[in-house]
């Protein structure tokens, strides 16, 4: 299985970022799909996760402001960042879940200027 992220980049506080994540391998719609993110000195950490029935679930420090979905047809899981803050500056991974196994990808940067 291939998990790619892309998307990444610099922005502004306040602004907005769109992360896509394409996996491969299996019959995506099988798979339970998460974005989690890690900044220096500190371990990684869920950011959302959406399950192969469309059930979202997001951290506290970015509910209301990220929104994850997913496209089956395309293969592509998306992580829609809206009014970023400086502290959302971390690598952010793409986890494919699949029964007792799970694939990631090698991280795409955002990075958020105050």
């Known amino acids: 299985v291939q998990v790619v992220e892309s998307g990444g980049g610099l922005v502004q506080s306040g602004g907005s970022l769109r992360l896509s994540c394409t996996a491969s391998?299996?019959?995506?719609?099988?798979?339970?799909m998460g974005w989690y993110r890690q900044a220096p000195g500190t371990e990684r950490e869920l950011v959302a996760r959406?399950?192969?029935?469309?059930?979202?679930k997001y951290a506290d420090s970015v509910r209301g402001r990220f929104t994850i979905s997913r496209d089956n047809a395309k293969n592509t899981m998306y992580l829609q960042m809206a009014s970023l803050k400086p502290e959302d500056t971390a690598l952010y991974y793409c986890?494919?879940?699949?029964?007792?196994?799970?694939?990631w990808g090698q991280g795409t940067q955002v990075t958020v200027s105050s």
């Open positions: 959406i399950d192969i029935n469309n059930r979202r």
């Open positions: 391998g299996r019959i995506f719609s099988n798979y339970n």
């Open positions: 986890n494919a879940h699949w029964r007792d196994y799970d694939f």
